[in-house]
């Protein structure tokens, strides 16, 4: 039996490929659009790992106005700088919990599923931040995602 991270990152390869084909718009990351769509169903955890994305995006604009960062550097520097910040992030919300309950989840949504989607994640969305914008990128994102959980659901298992 095929694991639903197997299909789902399949799916999202098929739906990256053709965003790309169809539209010439890229969904974060070959990978991403799988990921994101295993998480649709805790959308705390999808508005945090966009939130990393978007900090990390702005961390390493502020730095590349100091320290010269471009191409393969500045990629690098999306995933480290999403690394830390999420790696932090993830740190601080235990931290936030009261008695085990975040303030701020979804009713039916366990706190002990909240939190970024991956490590490598964010940093790729970051990166797609800067090369097509934001709202594009944060829309293919979602969209693909959208499509990939579709595609879940209607198999038979």
């Known amino acids: 039996m095929v694991s639903s991270l197997t299909l789902s990152i399949g799916f999202g390869l098929l739906v990256g ?11 974060g990351g070959v990978i991403v659009p799988g990921y994101i769509a295993l998480h ?3 959308p705390w955890s999808v508005a945090a790992t966009l ?4 900090m990390t995006y702005g961390v390493v604009k502020a730095v590349s106005s100091v320290v010269l960062i471009y191409g393969r550097r500045q990629y690098v520097a999306m995933l480290i700088a999403a690394f830390v910040l999420g790696t932090g992030f993830n ?6 919990a009261d008695n085990g309950q ?3 989840t979804l009713p039916g949504s366990s706190n002990d599923q909240f939190g970024i989607i991956g490590f490598v994640i964010p940093g790729l969305i970051a990166n797609w931040f800067d090369r097509q914008g934001i709202i594009v990128t944060t829309c293919t994102v979602i969209t693909s995602a959208i499509l990939v959980r579709l595609a879940l659901l209607a198999l038979p298992f």
Do not use: G, K, R
């Not at 740190?91 to 936030?96: C, E, F, N, R």
């Open 91 to 96: 740190m601080l919300l235990p931290m936030l």
């Open 102 to 104: 975040l303030p701020f």
């Open 17 to 27: 490929l053709s965003f790309i084909e169809l539209f010439s718009l890229f969904c």
């Open 51 to 54: 939130a990393i994305s978007l």
């Open 40 to 42: 649709l169903d805790n």
